[in-house]
């Protein structure tokens, strides 16, 4: 089983494939918890890529489809894998598909996770107020760019999957569990 996940910043990605990759016993790779690690440790890359990071506009398709494509060769991801906001936009995707038609694997499906933006906002700056460590990009100035980042350059892959007939809308309100619930709804459809 490989899974994407694709929703707005504070969507709830995170929350789910970290419950679902206990539940299915697969992997959850978040492309942004790499890259905080990468910055946090000041490796070469993390350096490269702080201020980018903290304002919430996005690494280079080529730096984090190469992320990806090593950290699916780790033999845990032999029985699948989820993918927690990676792609991330149009090339992203399409290097996704090679990669995996290379490795003669096939995506199981897309789930979109949708939260209204009023929600996510209070989500995103309550977590900045309650971390010991906050994430900058969750600063309240900054949460307008990454909706932005996010309508301009990830909404497209709404359509793009939809075409593939690999989405999936998940309604991402209520608590994390209602969430969950259907997003196993899903997952049993798509056969696991
Ligand atoms: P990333 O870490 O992916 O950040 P994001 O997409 O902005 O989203 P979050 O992680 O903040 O939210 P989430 O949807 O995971 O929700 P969560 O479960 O945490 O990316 C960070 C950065 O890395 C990007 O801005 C970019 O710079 C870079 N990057 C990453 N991937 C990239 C790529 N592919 N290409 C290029 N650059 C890339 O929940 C949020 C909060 O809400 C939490 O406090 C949680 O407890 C709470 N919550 C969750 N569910 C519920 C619920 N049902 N009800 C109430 N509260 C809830
Ligand atoms: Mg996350």
Redesign the pocket.
């Known amino acids: 089983m490989i899974l994407v996940f694709i ?10 494939c970290e419950q679902l990759s206990r539940h299915l016993s697969i992997p959850h790779l ?4 790499i ?2 690690k990468a910055k946090a440790d000041g490796t070469p890359i993390g350096k490269k890529i702080a201020a ?2 903290d304002c ?4 280079s ?1 080529e730096l ?1 489809t190469k992320i990806v494509d090593e950290r699916t060769l780790n033999p845990d991801c032999k029985n699948g894998f989820l993918l ?6 149009i090339p ?1 995707a399409d290097l996704l598909g090679e990669m995996l038609s290379r490795r003669n694997q096939q995506l199981s499906g897309v789930v979109y ?1 949708r939260v209204p933006r009023e929600e996510v906002f209070e ?2 700056t ?2 900045y107020k309650e971390m010991e460590t906050p ?1 900058p ?2 600063h309240p100035d900054a949460i307008p760019k ?1 909706f932005e ?1 996010f309508a301009k350059k990830t909404e497209p892959l709404l359509d793009y999957y939809i075409e593939r007939e690999l989405l999936h809308r998940v309604d ?5 569990q ?2 969950f619930e259907r997003v196993l709804n899903i997952v049993s459809m798509l056969g696991v």
């Open positions: 929703g707005s910043p504070g969507a709830g990605k995170g929350t789910q978040s492309t942004g918890e890259l905080r980018v990071l919430g506009e996005l690494v398709d984090i927690d906001g990676f792609p991330r936009t992203q996770l989500r995103l309550q977590r994430r990009e969750d990454r980042v991402g309100t209520g608590t994390p209602n969430v």
